[in-house]
């Protein structure tokens, strides 16, 4: 294929929300259109409004529309593209998503479907982890399913271990196994939770690292063959397995442990054939590394990469899959400052973190230097029961890891979301937690000292949430007043600002 054929004018972007919203920036600054792909319920939201065309492909259960292969293919061609970009979740580690849009006759913007399957399934992954000599967690894979041989195994690689669906993803189907009696049900229970939810029982068993920091190897692979690594971003604050707070870099690494991590990554990118943006994923314990998956896709918390690096990484992705990029040389990454990135979560901290649906009437970004809000709804925006809850993202550069948290703090404080409850007064206790301030967190960090999320907070903290609520209910008031008066007046939001809130 000549350069010409892989020019990209038009792209369609099979996903929702922010990153929809991140990858419709990209296209817009290297000049290229955009198509959304997008479900019914999400007809009007930022990204919908923000592509140059949009496709529905289905209705709102992801099944139907996002998860469907054949809907965002046609919805693709119908749209006049002549790309893909998967965004991340939903297809976008999906090895015959990508056959099947090369087979459309459309670039796919990520890596070749060989190389998906490849370092992507997490148990073939460790093969290919074993070939680039890198350190795995000890465990078993084997084909033998049976209870009895599992709960052996079990007992060989000695408690606590961890079992873990081998479909599985995004934190689910995996469960600790603290002893030998409580290993049969556990065992049964992540097959059945395989099958339910991955559709398959198999699972496999890994020894539990229980006070291990995760810290992740950002690679990518151009088109000839090269691989560089970007450093690392270090994600221990999870909750059930799944980030909350990520930053770059990790405040645990020597720089003779980045190299060894970072090369390990590369060759394990090399072996695979990979190409485009990845992640190779770690656990960190004793200053030991020991390799945990490879991401096939763009992830979550790529800004603080970014941020550090100065690189872009989307742009990267397009351009590479255009044919018309070569991957950054490896001495020419160094990293500079601190960034961290927040997950900003539409659910009720006091609730242990219960999902919190409803009409977004306002929100206020505090822009400033060294701050960058990716952000996936705005005022008018229905926040639905049907997807993943994170709203936005909260991103924050400066020049050493305590300026960074400092001026997290601060722009959590000053971010306003009216109509739906957030983490953020959950995010801002945390990060004052000295545990995490003198960077010592592991992935127990949340367990540990939130089990309960701010279930178990002080009253202060609980009349801040009270007072955010009275905001937003009059605001909400408000708004419907100003849009019952205006003629046919369906945009409530508008009349948010005619009365600004603090002054309520
Ligand atoms: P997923 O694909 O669902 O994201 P991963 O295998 O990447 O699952 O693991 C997600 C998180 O689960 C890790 O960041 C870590 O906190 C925890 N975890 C997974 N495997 C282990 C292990 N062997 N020991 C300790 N923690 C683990």
């Given at each position: 294929m000549n350069m010409k054929d892989r020019r990209i004018q038009k792209l369609a972007i099979a996903n929702r929300g922010e990153v929809a919203v991140r990858i419709i920036h990209a296209c817009r600054e290297l000049g290229i259109r955009t198509v959304l792909l997008h479900s019914e319920v999400d007809q009007a939201t930022r990204a919908w409004r923000l592509a140059d065309e949009r496709v529905c492909i289905g209705p709102a259960p992801s099944a139907e529309s996002y998860l469907n292969i054949e809907a965002c293919v046609r919805g693709a061609l119908a749209g006049g593209a002549d790309a893909v970009h998967p965004g991340f979740g939903f297809l976008s580690e999906n090895a015959a998503f990508a056959r099947a849009v090369i087979d459309a006759g459309l670039i796919w913007v990520g890596p070749p479907a060989d190389a998906i399957e490849a370092a992507g399934d997490k148990i073939s992954a460790k093969k290919l982890v074993a070939d680039a000599q890198a350190p795995t967690v000890p465990g078993y894979m084997g084909e033998d399913q049976r209870i009895e041989t599992l709960v052996e195994q079990a007992a060989r690689i000695g408690f606590p271990v961890i079992v873990k669906a081998?479909?599985?993803?995004?934190?689910?189907?995996m469960k600790v196994i603290r002893s030998r009696s409580e290993a049969p049900d556990l065992i049964a229970s992540a097959q059945r939770e395989g099958q339910a939810a991955?559709?398959?029982p198999v699972v496999f068993l890994e020894k539990y690292l229980d006070r291990a920091k995760h810290i992740e190897v950002q690679v990518f692979g151009d088109f000839t063959g090269e691989v560089s690594y970007l450093m690392e971003r270090e994600c221990?604050?999870?909750?059930r397995h799944q980030k909350i707070i990520e930053e770059a870099?990790?405040?645990?690494?020597t720089p003779e442990l980045r190299r060894a991590m970072g090369e390990a990554a590369v060759r394990l990118a090399e072996k695979a054939k990979y190409e485009s943006a990845g992640t190779v994923e770690f656990l960190l314990q004793d200053d030991k590394f020991y390799f945990l998956e490879m991401n096939t896709r763009l992830q979550v918390e790529h800004p603080v990469t970014e941020m550090v690096l100065g690189v872009d990484l989307v742009k990267a992705q397009i351009l590479n899959a255009a044919r018309a990029f070569q991957v950054w040389p490896q001495e020419s990454l160094q990293a500079r400052g601190h960034s961290i990135e927040c997950r900003i979560y539409a659910e009720d901290a006091y609730a242990g973190g219960l999902p919190s649906t409803g009409l977004l009437v306002g929100t206020h970004w505090p822009e400033g230097p060294g701050r960058r809000f990716e952000v996936g709804v705005e005022a008018g925006d229905e926040v639905t029961p049907?997807?993943?809850?994170?709203i936005a993202k909260v991103i924050v550069w400066d020049e050493s890891r305590l300026r960074a948290i400092r001026k997290m703090q601060s722009v959590l404080a000053d971010s306003v979301v009216m109509g739906v409850e957030t983490n953020i007064p959950f995010l801002r206790e945390m990060l004052a937690h000295p545990e995490f301030t003198e960077g010592r967190m592991t992935t127990q960090f949340v367990g540990q000292h939130f089990p309960e999320g701010l279930a178990g907070a002080d009253y202060l903290a609980r009349r801040h949430n009270d007072l955010t609520r009275a905001f937003a209910n009059a605001a909400k008031a408000q708004a419907s007043r100003v849009a019952g008066e205006a003629m046919g007046g369906s945009d409530p939001t508008r009349s948010v600002w005619s009365t600004p809130w603090r002054l309520m």
């Open positions: 081998a479909a599985g993803g995004g934190g689910r189907g991955f559709g398959s221990s604050v999870q909750r870099l990790s405040p645990s690494l049907f997807y993943d809850p994170m």
